[in-house]
T-cell receptor, first 111, second 114 residues
Framework: QKEVEQNSGPLSVPEGAIASLNCTYS??????FFWYRQYSGKSPELIMS????GDKEDGRFTAQLNKASQYVSLLIRDSQPSDSATYLC???????????FGKGITLSVRP | DADVTQTPRNRITKTGKRIMLECSQT?????MYWYRQDPGLGLQLIYY???????NKGEISDGYSVSRQAQAKFSLSLESAIPNQTALYFC?????????????FGPGTRLTVL
């Protein structure tokens, strides 16, 4: 089993809707989690990090971590066309910040 | 100027050729990474270095080698390129005193092996 799994999508939502992106992980990835956004033809950029169970909010973005169920999610409220990108979930194995990435999910926000 | 730069940005080469991809950073970070990205496969770690004297293999190091010439420079070499090494290659950096997993990526090098 790959250590970090993402539904490959793509995911399409209308402008203004909530986009929900999900990620599951194996026991080897259990410390902290990160969401990277990658626009087409660009490099990934970090948008959210979460270490503790529960929710973490930053503007229109909310990261959720449930360690008992081994999933992490990213909610994007009031989705905008500019949110259209590939979102990569990554977990820190705890071994000095070596990240394991999921395959990514492509989000398309329809105007 | 960009904090993490990669050269070349695009490269087309032939099977069996030796290729070097270079990465430089001005962020002052001690940790550097090389990833490859294939469509539908996400980012896969090739090699990583936590300081000049510390280099480690990642998930897919076979067919690749690296050199950390200085804290700011980390090069990736393909000794004898093969077509399935055609991919987008990213260099990334992070600071050991900062947030774990907070990595800064270069613009990428698109490599095509014919």
């Amino acid at each position: 089993q790959k250590e970090v799994e993402q539904n490959s999508g793509p995911l399409s939502v209308p402008e203004g809707a909530i986009a929900s992106l999900n990620c599951t992980y194996s026991d080897r990835v259990s410390q902290s989690f990160f969401w990277y956004r990658q626009y087409s033809g660009k490099s990934p950029e970090l948008i959210m990090s979460i270490y503790s169970n529960g929710d973490k909010e930053d503007g229109r973005f909310t990261a959720q971590l449930n360690k008992a169920s081994q999933y992490v999610s990213l909610l994007i409220r009031d989705s905008q066309p500019s949110d259209s990108a590939t979102y990569l979930c990554a977990g820190d194995t705890g071994a000095n910040s070596k990240l394991t990435f999921g395959k990514g999910i492509t989000l398309s926000v329809r105007p | 100027d960009a904090d993490v730069t990669q050269t070349p940005r695009n490269r087309i080469t032939k099977t069996g050729k030796r290729i070097m991809l270079e990465c430089s950073q001005t962020k002052g970070h001690d940790r550097m990474y090389w990833y490859r990205q294939d469509p539908g496969l996400g980012l896969q770690l090739i090699y990583y270095s936590f300081d000049v004297k510390d280099i480690n293999k990642g998930e897919i190091s076979d067919g690749y080698s690296v050199s950390r010439q200085a804290q700011a420079k980390f090069s990736l070499s393909l000794e004898s390129a093969i077509p399935n090494q055609t991919a987008l290659y990213f260099c990334a950096t992070s600071d050991s005193s900062g947030l774990a997993g907070s990595q800064y990526f270069g613009p990428g090098t698109r490599l095509t092996v014919l």
